[in-house]
Every structure is written in structure tokens, then in C-alpha cells.
């Protein structure tokens, strides 16, 4: 008899893993397979129609795309302006479309009013603060729905409802399968959005060769203060990270039950 390697790395040794990497930014089934040396297109995930070959061999992980890339499909942020009551983006703590001003000051060109019409730098941090907070709740609420959709197109089938027998479909005769609405990897990358935008090393290097001008001290602080507030919630989502009591729990305990 001859052991098949490539079936035991399939089989046995890849899914674990992938269950364990999930949760990395960058990862991939199809990037795991092609370093345990497997045919990487079998792994790749069906999204819409699937990945070809040639995207596998072009797969930049998530961090090192460019914000327009990465953050493709989430929610932008927008204000009013308390002096020209104009909705616009908030742009982030640069604003590159106007030549790297302060994202605190109204993108209006006719108004462009310090702190988007606030009276003084606590009352904009304020008003930017109680936004980000309603933005992160409807989020979470959005999350927590739990709303599935089927995956085939010719179906859209819509339910909270979950299968006994896993992910199929709940609408007879369709063969699709049920996928979260909005995902765990959906919020984490709007968290991410929110992050990056206010945060000034971001936003300068978003600016490549241009020089990015200093900002106000009171422009600092606000932005500083929101990205302390949007980062605690990124730090508690823990969506990036496996804990490391997972793996003294997982292989401590597999280690306490050989030596017995």
C-alpha cells in the first residue's frame, strides 16, 4: 500500500488549518494550499462566479491594497455642516481633494468653515463622536439580524431562518447556498474604514509624494481622540486575532492527554 499524500494534505490537514487562519486578514484557502503544495484553483472560494487561475496568481492580501480597493462596497461617512447645511463625505483627517487640508474643515468651497460649523474643537469632537457611535451601533445591529441570502443568483431567497441540515437553501428545488448578508468580514472592514479615516499617519501616507501640511493642534486632538474611540472597537471585535488561550487550551490539553 502506498499512503496518498495528497489526499491526507487535503483532507486532513488543510481544513483545520484554514478553520484556524480564517480569522487572518490575507488568508485564503487557496493560499494555503499552494503552500502545502496542492493545486490552489480547487481551493479557491466561489464568489459570484469564482476565481480563475489568474486571479490566484495576482492575489494581493487585503492590507496592502489601496483604500479605494480595499474599502470597495462599504458605507462612506457623511456630515452636515452647521454653517452652509450641506451634507458631504467626510474625507478623512486629510482631505487630498482639496490639497491635504484638514478633514475638519467643511469640503464646501463656498463655505469651508472650521470644524463643519461647530463653535470650537470640543464641540466638533462632539458631534464626530456621536456619529461614529451611531455608525458602529447600526453596524452591529445590521450584524446581529443575522439575515441570509442564497448564493444563487437566479434565486434570492431571503431569511433568518438556518437550516438543520447546514447552509442549503431553504426554498424548494433550488440548489444554491444560504451566505450571511452581511458578514463578520463586512463589518470588520467598515471598522477599518472608519479607522483609517481618521487616522493622521494614514491619511499622510495616502498622500504619497505630496507634502502633507501640518495640521492645527486642535485639529490633532480631535482626530487623535476619534481614532482612540473607533480603535477601541476594532480592538474588541478581535475579528484579526486568535486568542492565545486557543492554543494552550487546543494543544495543552492534546499534550496533558498523550502523557497520561
Not at 486571479?55 to 491594497?65: A, I, Q
Not at 458631534?127 to 442564497?150: G, H, I, M, P, T
Not at 480603535?231 to 492527554?257: C, D, L, M, T
Request: one cysteine or more.
Amino acid at each position: 500500500l502506498k499512503v496518498d499524500i495528497d489526499w491526507y494534505l487535503s483532507n486532513q490537514i488543510l481544513p483545520p488549518i484554514n478553520r484556524l487562519c480564517e480569522p487572518i486578514e490575507g488568508t485564503s484557502a487557496a493560499t494555503l494550499a499552494t503552500r502545502l503544495g496542492l493545486d490552489a484553483t480547487k481551493f479557491a472560494r466561489q464568489q459570484g462566479g469564482g476565481e480563475s487561475a489568474n486571479d490566484l496568481c495576482d492575489y494581493v492580501p487585503m492590507c496592502k491594497l489601496d483604500d479605494a480597493e480595499r474599502f470597495k462596497g462599504t458605507m462612506q461617512w457623511s456630515m452636515t455642516c452647521k454653517k452652509c447645511q450641506k451634507t458631504s463625505e467626510f474625507h478623512g483627517a486629510l482631505n487630498w481633494q482639496a490639497e491635504g487640508q484638514s478633514g475638519l474643515i467643511c469640503p464646501n468651497t463656498e463655505c469651508k468653515a472650521e470644524y463643519w460649523g461647530a463653535v470650537n474643537a470640543a464641540s466638533c469632537f462632539a458631534r464626530f463622536s456621536n456619529a461614529l457611535s451611531l455608525k458602529v451601533r447600526q453596524d452591529k445591529q445590521r450584524y446581529y439580524e443575522s439575515w441570509l441570502v442564497c448564493d444563487d443568483s437566479t434565486c434570492n431567497a431571503r431569511t433568518q431562518q438556518c437550516s438543520v441540515v447546514g447552509g442549503v437553501c431553504l426554498k424548494r428545488g433550488c440548489q444554491g447556498r444560504m451566505q450571511p448578508e452581511y458578514s463578520e468580514k463586512m463589518m470588520y472592514t467598515q471598522l477599518k474604514r472608519y479607522e483609517t479615516l481618521v487616522d493622521i499617519n494614514h491619511a499622510t501616507k495616502n498622500g504619497g509624494d505630496r507634502v502633507a501640511p501640518k495640521l492645527k493642534h486642535e485639529h490633532q486632538q480631535v482626530l487623535d481622540m476619534l481614532h482612540k474611540q473607533i480603535f477601541q472597537e476594532v480592538a474588541a471585535s478581535e475579528y484579526n486575532w486568535i486568542p492565545k488561550s486557543f492554543f494552550e487550551v487546543a494543544f495543552g490539553g492534546a499534550r496533558a492527554a498523550a502523557s497520561r
